[in-house]
């Protein structure tokens, strides 16, 4: 449907009970929250096994040993709840609000409002991964902001536009990742590639390049493996869903499926190629290098264009460069600014989700189903309904 404005939602929705809008499963509040967060906790520990599962197999080794196996237990644990508590107190924050606003619902106080009260929760994940969670839904609302832009006629959001937007970002973004290499602890990312330090000029040795054995391993190794990932995510997205019939699945794919590869491995390819050619050429590293190397490897970007992909790069290196503003003392670390951000982007995407899903970003439609178990779904639908009988 396409979007709904304030005064189609509150005509139509202002006066009813909550329970037609907020938890259809039971009239009572707080009978039905029983359904809502059992639900919600089932949903959230589906959806957050997959994403901590590929998360943590991609750090191979590492995750084996006890200790960390017992974080990587406890971090999927915080998300779960994380995830259980946002999607159940969406409808008792909501529930609340209407009996605040003298049982009526107000087009910002049915989801928005709810959902930026309840991103305080993003607290209960560790900081090594709220940052990531931060970031994410910074970009998604970005993305939506700009859809908004382009649906207006402001702004035209073509294929060329995307890449030079996403060419600036990774040179950015890579030049600053090298130049906090020798940090102990770097800013944690959503990225595709943690770029590698600079290698300091020595005597005694004669690679000038910032890696171990040759150029052409060094740049097919890194290609390889990223190709091999961008494979691996578009067939999973293929065949899973298909598992019950593995022949006609696979007879499904086709060249669409590698595009995503071939991003990830002529992205990471060139990037290395270039900076190994002018360690080669100049006779020392320097993080400058960062700048044509990540700017030519955004070409790649042409392979598979995605408007989250082009405003990741350039949040990412914005985030990075706000680290660094927090350490010198130019940003106040008093005012908990990254928090705000993040309840504002989440209050935001929800309500987005309901009121104009033809630009929402997709990935927002994926995760409320998700975590919530399937209710958004009933709750959408009996929205849509009451709406459609004011509009006949």
Not at 69 to 79: C, F, P, T, V
């Amino acid at each position: 449907m396409a979007q709904i404005s304030k005064h189609m939602f509150e005509a139509a929705c202002s006066n009813v009970h909550c329970s037609e809008i907020l938890h259809p499963w039971n009239r009572s509040c707080w009978t039905s929250s029983i359904q809502t967060y059992r639900d919600s906790f089932i949903g959230s520990a589906k959806f957050y096994l997959i994403i901590h599962l590929a998360q943590n197999l991609m750090r191979g080794k590492k995750v084996l040993t006890k200790k960390e196996l017992i974080k990587a237990g406890e971090n999927y644990l915080r998300s779960t709840i994380l995830g259980a508590m946002i999607s159940g107190t969406c409808v008792t924050f909501g529930c609340i609000l209407r009996l605040l606003m003298g049982r009526k619902f107000t087009f910002f106080t049915y989801l928005m409002l709810p959902n930026t009260l309840n991103g305080l929760f993003i607290l209960l994940e560790p900081p090594s991964r709220r940052g990531l969670v931060i970031n994410l839904f910074c970009n998604l609302a970005i993305e939506y902001m700009l859809r908004c832009l382009e649906r207006a006629g402001y702004i035209a959001i073509t294929r060329g536009k995307q890449t030079v937007l996403f060419m600036l970002g990774s040179a950015l973004l890579f030049y600053l990742m090298r130049l906090e290499g020798e940090k102990k602890n770097r800013t944690p990312l959503l990225w595709l590639f943690t770029a590698e330090k600079v290698k300091q000029k020595t005597d005694d040795e004669q690679n000038v390049c910032p890696h171990k054995g040759t150029c052409t391993r060094y740049i097919a190794k890194g290609a390889g493996i990223y190709f091999g990932a961008g494979l691996c995510v578009s067939l999973a997205k293929t065949l899973l869903p298909k598992l019950r019939t593995p022949i006609k699945a696979l007879s499904t794919v086709r060249y669409n499926h590698f595009k995503l590869a071939l991003f990830f491995g002529s992205y990471i390819g060139i990037y290395r190629a270039i900076v190994c050619y002018l360690c080669r050429s100049r006779g020392y590293d320097s993080a400058l290098y960062a700048l044509p190397a990540g700017c030519i490897a955004g070409l790649s970007f042409l392979f598979k264009p995605n408007l989250g992909f082009a405003i990741a790069s350039l949040t990412g290196a914005f985030k990075i460069f706000s680290t660094t503003l927090y350490e010198k003392k130019m940003l106040p670390d008093n005012i908990p600014l990254p928090l705000l951000l993040y309840c504002f982007c989440q209050g935001t995407l929800f309500h987005t989700r309901f009121m104009d899903p033809d630009i929402c970003p997709s990935y927002m439609f994926n995760l409320i189903r998700s975590v919530s178990n399937g209710r958004s779904e009933i709750l959408y639908a009996n929205m849509l309904k009451i709406i459609n009988k004011i509009a006949i």
